[in-house]
């Protein structure tokens, strides 16, 4: 799977040189923040692809509006508010359009996750391009990307409805990746968590309400605990969870297995990390975590299209060993790891962050959760070529959608699977936060 930002370059607070002068009513205001370059992935924008997903979803729209919106703040707490606001509406646009909720505002279908992935990225530009009237920190203007970062991504709103009787699913997927090899791409992972977001699965044992977020595919981002701070105040209060992204061609995988290992594959800011996965407590770091999924059921039950595999092989090095060696069936005692089920990169990652918090909050035998693989998302028959292809077509849509469809079947079943009488919690917030690691 996925990847991690360019870190924004800290700017310093303009200098105002020249004369003190008297303060009177009528004094000056203070001089205008310096604006800050685009991210990699904001240049992409400039790309035919994005602008064309962008106009074809009625979303090309969104990073003007935002930009004149910001232009009638007059303090940093006003600017706040609308980026708050701003990315919240964009993640609710993106839903409701997946859902089928509103108008298309184009001919593209409506299962299609890009165009929040570039419109959020418009935003972001936008914000970097800003020169307010007022005195703006770099770490101010941090601050307002990680606002619009958050609330475009679902991150904070993760709510359930209270009482007994109801199971509470979490689901996560991606941004799409691998974008300088082929900028059309979409990812089924991010897909999918627009289309379930908000909706309720029937199960054996009643209704299970679904609530979703999406992650970025970079690096740095994780390191600085993006995941631990969505996931640690809801994962006490859910009955199921599972993080979700796009994997191998033609098959799904319930990873087994994750490992503590980054291997150094570029991410959407191309951003390169070799290193053990970097953790609060790296003292108390296992190289390995389980899944705790129904994964026999789940690949059993004969969800969709797409064959289901229990995939139990892991790249360790053996306990008094120097290299790489692939274990078919699991980990070894003792063993370093070099790859989960999942990889070396962002995927095996939010595998492993969630179930390591999982386990750390005392979570393991009581919570079903874990990872799992999409099929890759591929091009129709006749429209492969990234330069010169399409920036959709039919098969494109069938596929996606088989794989939206399968993937929440896959999470019935757990659901199912799971047993228990939802006894998640009660419903809550945001704000509500559970203390640990």
Known sequence: ??????????IGMALITGLAAPVTASATTAAPSPSVEATVEELRLDRAAPREILRRSGFDGVAPGFARSLAKARSYAQAQRIAEREGARLWRRAVDRAQGRGPARGDLSRDDDRPLYWARLGMTREVRSWEPGFRLTGAQRDRLLEAVERTSRGQDSLRYPPGKGVKRILLTGFDPFTLDRDVRISNPSGATALALDGTTVETTDGPAPIETAVFPVRWDDFAEGEVERTLRPVLPRVDLFTTVSQGRVGRFDIERTNGAWRGGFADNANVSRTETVPVTDPGSQPQWTSTTLPYARIADAGTGRF?????????????GGTAPVTRPEGPTPGSTARAGGGGDYLSNE?????????????????????????????FGAGNTDPAAGAVTDPGFVRNRLDIIAQTREIVRVAAEAAGGDGEGGRGFGAADVIGCC
């Open 1 to 10: 799977m996925t990847s991690l930002r360019v870190r924004i370059g800290m």
């Open 307 to 319: 064959p289901v595999y229990d995939n139990t092989s892991v790249t360790e090095i053996p306990a």
């Open 350 to 378: 939010i595998a492993y962050r969630a179930t390591l918090l999982r386990d750390r909050l005392g979570l393991r035998d009581a919570l079903p959760g874990g990872h799992v693989h999409t099929p890759v998302l591929q």
